[in-house]
């Protein structure tokens, strides 16, 4: 009787799971349809690549892009597969986004959403832009609704940059902090917003305005294809990226956040996971990772006593992770369809 009863808690226990997941992904589903069905209904110009090609094609994408998402959230359900899917899930948006914009740029001009006027495609133009124009554009109402929707994913699942430098921080990660890295970050924050206010006062042009921004980017991929792989940290994202650093203290705007429970044996395995070089055996004594922690959840299952976990408001460890998941995951989809310049 004790080898049936113990079967039927597994096979229980197994039927809970699938339904958890289950749940996941078509949440995900339909709160993807939420946001895109209005944009494909009320603007006038078509938001949605395909209806731009074939008439009411914007509903057939509308459906593939929620699909796709909620099978993001059938393999992400299982922490096992989070890192994979995230890295490759990652350098899709970020390879859709730059290839959109490459078409565009070579004559395609639906492959743009504003046919004719062009974005630098820079993560530190969301910060320096709005100074120098005196204005908030479409990118940074984005970015900080992401902020306060998903606190730091931005730097873990959105950012077309991140992606390329997730790509190139692979091996085991150098041991140790990088130097003077707080004061970097703080600096390269200060350069693009005092940058910006002075070609503001001297009445730089927007074509000066685009080369500071273009160099900006340029030395951000120098730090990517040399010093991310060489450190095996993501040191564009956690050091160089005035959005980066931004991230870092917006995110306490959103509940969201990750704490390492007494059952922490300081083995230290998670530092070998973290790209963001949030997980040293200090922060890890502190019962939590550093401020350059993005919830990414790669570390998570490196845990050997499963110590690391989400947490949201009153809610279980995991349904944190999991309420993260489909917010995070829906952001994506839906920054899949409509993230173009």
Known sequence: MGTVYNFQQINSSTKAIDRKRLTLAISVFGFVLFWLIPVQIMVDKPMLLLERFITNGGWIELIIIALYGSV????????????????????????????QLLLGICGFERFLMTAGKFHLPVPAVIVGGPVFRFDFGFMTILFTSTILLSGPAWCSHLC??????????????????????????????????????????????????????GGFGVIGLILIFIFSKRHGKMVHCTTYCPIGTLVNYLRFLNPFSMYIDDSCTLCNACTKTCRYDALDLKNIKAHKPGITCTLCGDCVVSCHTSAIKYKFLKFSPENARLFY???????????MALARL
């Open 325 to 335: 998941l489909f917010i995070t995951i829906s952001l994506h989809a839906v920054f």
């Open 72 to 99: 993001v959230a059938w393999k992400m359900y299982d922490a096992k597969n989070v890192a994979t899917w995230r890295k490759y899930t990652w350098a899709l948006f970020s390879f859709v986004f730059f290839g």
């Open 160 to 213: 077309y940059f991140g992606a390329l430098d997730n790509l190139r921080a692979v091996g085991k990660p150098r041991k140790g902090d990088i130097r003077y890295r707080t004061a970097l970050k703080f600096s390269f924050l200060a350069l693009v917003i005092f940058g910006a206010l002075i070609m503001r006062l001297f009445e730089a042009s927007f074509r000066t305005a685009a080369i500071a921004g």
